[in-house]
């Protein structure tokens, strides 16, 4: 008989752990080996046991897992991750595979699918359930923003005016303007306040500002 896939769970809401180790108590071919609930105890966690799948909270209270996939790939350049989201925001879900992900996943996955994730990962295949998926064909052959759009649209989401914008970016109003109004027809809207709540959406940009 095979082993059990071994698993490590990083992730700080503790209704969030209990729930998926609950799922895997039930199954005889998984083993949750260890539980971290920051980035730095699931790095440390992750080069002590080696799991064969890592479950990662994408937003956890010292860091993003987007941000961190890279410092776990050095570690392990063969690392199977699985991305777990609050929701599926697509420019997350793409950041996040082109990083090395093989899964992406929901809070609100079933059981079955979790498990389904669990071993889909382990042997070395991709798990995009059917509505992240859905999600990520919406967007596809969208145009992307620039570096420079990404930065004044976390501005914007943050709050801050033309004017604040220009200051803290050495730039003009209008140059600032002409930034806004591209970004505006990438994401198919008209003003400031649809262009943050569709950045949040499609994690375009963080929460955490």
Request: charge should be negative.
């Amino acid at each position: 008989m095979a082993d059990p896939i071994k698993v490590l769970l990083v992730e700080d809401q503790p209704l969030t752990r209990l729930g998926v180790r609950s799922v895997i108590e039930n199954e005889s071919d998984i083993d949750l080996a260890g539980e971290a609930d920051s980035s730095g105890d699931g790095l440390n966690k992750f080069r002590d046991l080696r799991p064969a799948v890592t479950i990662l909270g994408l937003r956890l209270k010292d860091s993003c897992t987007i941000d961190d996939l890279d410092s776990y790939f050095a570690k392990d350049s063969n690392a199977k991750i699985i991305v777990l989201a609050e929701h599926a925001g697509d420019a997350e879900i793409t950041k996040a595979l082109k990083k090395g992900a093989l899964g992406y996943i929901c809070k609100d996955v079933t059981p079955d699918e979790l498990v389904k994730a669990i071993r889909t990962v382990a042997a070395s295949r991709k798990f995009i359930p059917p509505d992240v998926a859905s999600i990520l064909s919406e967007h596809i052959g969208s145009e992307e923003l620039t570096p420079a759009e990404v930065n004044i649209l976390r501005m914007i989401v943050a709050g801050k005016s033309n004017k604040e914008i220009a200051f803290a970016l050495d730039i003009s109003e209008n140059t600032v303007k002409t930034h806004a109004s591209n970004i505006y027809d990438k994401l198919g809207v008209s003003d400031r306040t649809s262009a943050a709540t569709l950045a949040i959406k499609r994690g375009l940009v963080g929460t955490d500002l």
